[in-house]
């Protein structure tokens, strides 16, 4: 058994995630169908978005002993980049958000209300400590998974682009479960949508990840942003029209980084730093 599991780092980190996770939202998923009786509290799911970091601590130990483990730890305490991309992961999501729900506004004739980011329902004063939540939870619980662990030893093996959207789809498929689990943003929403916009994303998460030497807690910082600043994901009457703009929005986006950076490394100049060690 360890030999195969040494062999198959990516695979092993993967199953791991997913049975680490799904183990409790499935069942959940099951109780809110009415199909199984559950007394598990909803802040129970919410924990287990902790599934893929500890996954990703697991399989490092597993495949690549204290070396793997430090290596990721190396990842999650990277900062020392550019100051530009600070700017890119904290303001970009705030701005393209702000962007797609004038578009909607504007052009589409749909309510502002509606559509903008509902992070400030709650105040401005309430946006820094809202973000260090969604940082400590869903960005660190899913990032030292999906771009500390497997991003690597993915792009090791394959181009940025083709690593991106396998991850991409990987990440949709985990998500699952919520799509049928009363009180989550996923509840009820098309399926469709989520595996269209994550590979999205995943290409602009290498995008950056490239060019921050493979900075985990940069990809952190993104995912808490975009958190934060997420349009509403429930349809508005019934209307998917925000929904696909905005999925739209960020395959343009995806395309124009892969047609400025190339498929192959996302990423210009010499071959980036985060690929040359896994």
Same mark, same amino acid.
């Given at each position: 058994?360890?030999? @195969?599991?040494?062999?198959?780092?990516?695979?092993?980190?993967? #199953?791991?995630?997913?049975?680490?996770?799904?183990?409790?939202?499935?069942?959940?998923?099951?109780?809110?169908?009415?199909?199984?009786?559950?007394?598990?509290?909803?802040?129970?799911?919410? #924990?287990?978005?902790?599934?893929?970091?500890?996954?990703?601590?697991?399989?490092?130990?597993?495949?690549?002993?204290?070396?793997?483990?430090?290596?990721?730890?190396?990842?999650?305490?990277?900062?020392?980049?550019?100051?530009?991309?600070?700017?890119? #992961?904290?303001?970009?999501?705030?701005?393209?958000?702000?962007?797609?729900?004038?578009?909607?506004?504007?052009?589409?004739?749909?309510?502002?209300?509606?559509?903008?980011?509902?992070?400030?329902?709650?105040?401005?004063?309430?946006?820094?400590?809202?973000?260090?939540?969604?940082?400590?939870?869903?960005?660190?619980?899913?990032?030292?998974?999906?771009?500390?662990?497997?991003?690597?030893?993915?792009?090791?093996?394959?181009?940025?682009?083709?690593?991106?959207?396998?991850?991409?789809?990987?990440?949709?498929?985990?998500?699952?479960?919520?799509?049928?689990?009363?009180?989550?943003?996923?509840?009820?929403?098309?399926?469709?949508?989520?595996?269209?916009?994550?590979?999205?994303?995943?290409?602009?998460?290498?995008?950056?990840?490239?060019?921050?030497?493979?900075?985990?807690? *940069?990809?952190?910082?993104?995912?808490?942003?975009?958190?934060?600043?997420?349009?509403?994901?429930? @349809?508005?009457?019934?209307?998917?029209?925000?929904?696909?703009?905005?999925?739209?929005?960020?395959? *343009?986006?995806?395309?124009?980084?892969?047609?400025?950076?190339?498929?192959?490394?996302?990423?210009?100049?010499?071959?980036?730093?985060?690929?040359?060690?896994?």
């Amino acid at each position: 058994m360890a030999p @195969t599991i040494q062999r198959h780092p990516v695979a092993t980190f993967f #199953v791991l995630a997913f049975a680490i996770t799904w183990v409790v939202w499935v069942p959940r998923a099951a109780a809110s169908q009415g199909l199984l009786a559950s007394d598990l509290p909803i802040v129970v799911g919410q #924990v287990w978005s902790w599934g893929p970091a500890i996954a990703a601590l697991l399989a490092a130990s597993l495949t690549g002993g204290r070396a793997a483990v430090r290596e990721l730890g190396a990842r999650l305490v990277r900062w020392r980049v550019g100051r530009q991309w600070y700017l890119v #992961v904290l303001v970009g999501p705030a701005a393209f958000s702000f962007v797609v729900a004038g578009l909607y506004t504007l052009l589409l004739g749909g309510s502002w209300s509606a559509a903008a980011p509902q992070a400030f329902d709650r105040g401005v004063l309430a946006l820094v400590p809202i973000f260090v939540v969604l940082a400590l939870t869903d960005g660190m619980g899913e990032e030292v998974g999906w771009r500390g662990y497997a991003l690597p030893r993915l792009l090791a093996r394959h181009s940025a682009l083709g690593a991106s959207l396998l991850l991409g789809v990987l990440w949709a498929l985990w998500h699952l479960p919520l799509f049928w689990t009363e009180g989550y943003p996923l509840y009820q929403s098309p399926i469709w949508l989520l595996f269209v916009d994550l590979p999205a994303q995943a290409i602009i998460y290498t995008w950056i990840f490239q060019h921050t030497r493979g900075s985990v807690l *940069l990809a952190i910082l993104l995912h808490a942003a975009g958190n934060l600043f997420a349009l509403p994901q429930a @349809t508005i009457h019934g209307d998917l029209t925000l929904s696909v703009l905005e999925v739209g929005a960020k395959g *343009l986006v995806a395309l124009v980084v892969v047609a400025v950076a190339g498929p192959r490394y996302l990423a210009r100049g010499p071959r980036p730093e985060a690929l040359s060690r896994v």
